[in-house]
């Protein structure tokens, strides 16, 4: 505490003595932290800390130019936001700078500014010049609150911003130190910076995650042989059939009516036929009519076996052994099929393969013969080998309405899996240097960016 200071100390504590020396000690201690705070922070300790000496609304520190440098309560103010304009207007307006501690108010200002003073500040504004000498100016510190301040308040204040100005003028006058590195840290650098290099450049093979699951390679397709309706199923989903099964059958309600129609329409030909036939002897006109009576015999036989050939195909079997793969069956009965339309699919589980669909934003560089793991989802701690067949030439949207290339991949040789059966696949690339693999995805956006 500067020496001359002594007797404005000694009049401030003549009040009650225990809150005069508590406020001296708060003012020693924030004395202290002033002059071991480093330059960088001095502003955010001065407008934040001083509170425990005083209480107050807000604190502001201004520069000798009247521009705002630090403010309570915020790491940062914005010299562009309405209140620090008006406030630092209201600075340059007021009469030059006092070298004493003295209170603001609406009186020293011009009209315009006057009128929004209630607007920003509480009724009582204290300002602190920071100065050591009439030459050395360090700006000021604004205080304000909505209780007056006492005489006493003002002289420990003053005295606070004398060595507020003194830890100012030290933090501007400290020399800044160029930083070296030691040559030990030096080569420590430089050796982790090899060693980062050659992790970067080790060569890994790369591999991704993919959905992935297990379909028919060459199934065998049953659709609807005829324009009907399914009358049941003999089967459920999924159930293992053999060759020449029966899987369903269509109603047959108007085709066995045409059949029987039809057998009584070549039982009433076939009797006239026979009739002519023995009256040709004696009757030279039934004698003229066997060839047109021959005829109608043929013709209602061809209709009959007609009908009795659609009422076999009604029935539908098993073209070879294998999963019956459809859906429910309550979806199909009563509902009017089309010719040739599917219905389910007979697959041998011996003659399955591996759908996988690699995400488009998940690049990798895959050929014929790259190698591949499937991990069942029932069984993902036995995974099962492959290798890819077929990769799609461009992506497709999937029903998650994600964009993938769709790969099949071949199982090896006896590998017996159920079709539908779901899991995650994982495929191995070419080997690659480590950093190129970690910064796949940020080169693949980039590369997508910069061709919009």
Known sequence: ??????PAAEAAAAGTPPAALLRLAALVRLEQRARQTPAAELAFMIVNETHALLPY????????????????????????????LWLTQVLRALPASPDATQPLDASQLPGTLAADWSRWLPAHVLWLPLRRAPDEDYGGLLLSRAEPWGEADRQLL????????????????????QRRLPRRRLLYWLGGLLALGLIGAWPTRQSVLAPAEVVPRTPALVRAPVEGVVASFQIEPNQTVSADQPLLRFDDTQVRSKLDVASRARDVAQAEYLTAAQQAF??????????ELQSR?????????????????LQVRAPQAGVAIFDDANDWLGRPLSIGQKIMVIARPDDVELDVHLPANDPLALGSGAEALFFPNIAPERPLAA???LVGYSASTGPDGIAAYRIKASFDAGATLRPGLRGTARLYGEPTPLALWLLRRPLANLARWLSL
């Open 158 to 177: 003053a005295l606070l911003a004398e060595s507020y100005a003194a830890a100012l003028a030290l933090a501007a006058r400290a020399p800044r130190r």
């Open 387 to 389: 290798r890819v067949r």
């Open 282 to 291: 004696t009757d030279a006109k039934a004698k003229a009519r066997l060839a």
């Open 57 to 84: 609304h807000q604190a502001l520190l201004f520069d000798r130019e009247r521009h705002i440098v630090a403010a309570s309560g915020v790491a940062r103010p914005d010299p562009q936001s309405p209140y620090l």
């Open 297 to 313: 015999v043929e013709q209602q036989a061809a209709e009959r076996d007609y009908y009795a050939g659609l009422l076999e195909r």
């Open 1 to 6: 505490m500067p020496q001359s200071a002594r």
